[in-house]
Nanobody, 126 residues
Framework: QVQLVESGGGLVQAGGSLRLSCAAS????????MGWFRQAPGKERRIVSA????????YYTDSVKGRFTISRDNAKNTVYLQMNSLKPEDSAVYYC???????????????????WGQGTQVTVSS
């Protein structure tokens, strides 16, 4: 089992920045592709970004390209999402995920089960 804990969310003004962190409890963290998903009230959870197990391949949904950067530090069992030039439409609960949903986004064959964090709230005011 992989336990994931997100942090770094908060309230920021439009144009501001936040850095989200996702810490994993598992020593096998480095074997998982990782992703960030977000869900706004009344909407479906959708992928924002993903990164392969070794950090060599990344994915970004079109709406965040050029503004968000995903990275990981396997020695620290942590994945990050640097969010710049934030917009009100970025407001959502952001979830960290490990497993096939992220793997597929970066071009790997999905296998196994997804693991999810509890989410961290990001609110961008106008």
């Amino acid at each position: 089992q992989v336990q994931l804990v997100e942090s770094g969310g908060g309230l920021v003004q439009a144009g501001g920045s936040l850095r989200l962190s996702c810490a994993a409890s598992e020593r096998t963290f480095s074997s998982y592709a990782m992703g960030w998903f977000r869900q706004a009230p009344g909407k479906e959870r959708r992928i924002v970004s993903a990164i392969s197990w070794n950090g060599g391949t990344t994915y970004y949904t079109d709406s965040v390209k050029g503004r968000f950067t995903i990275s990981r530090d396997n020695a620290k069992n942590t994945v990050y999402l640097q969010m710049n030039s934030l917009k009100p439409e970025d407001s959502a609960v952001y979830y960290c995920a490990a497993g096939p949903s992220a793997a597929q986004a970066v071009g790997f064959i999905p296998r196994g089960n997804d693991y999810w964090g509890q989410g961290t709230q990001v609110t961008v005011s106008s």
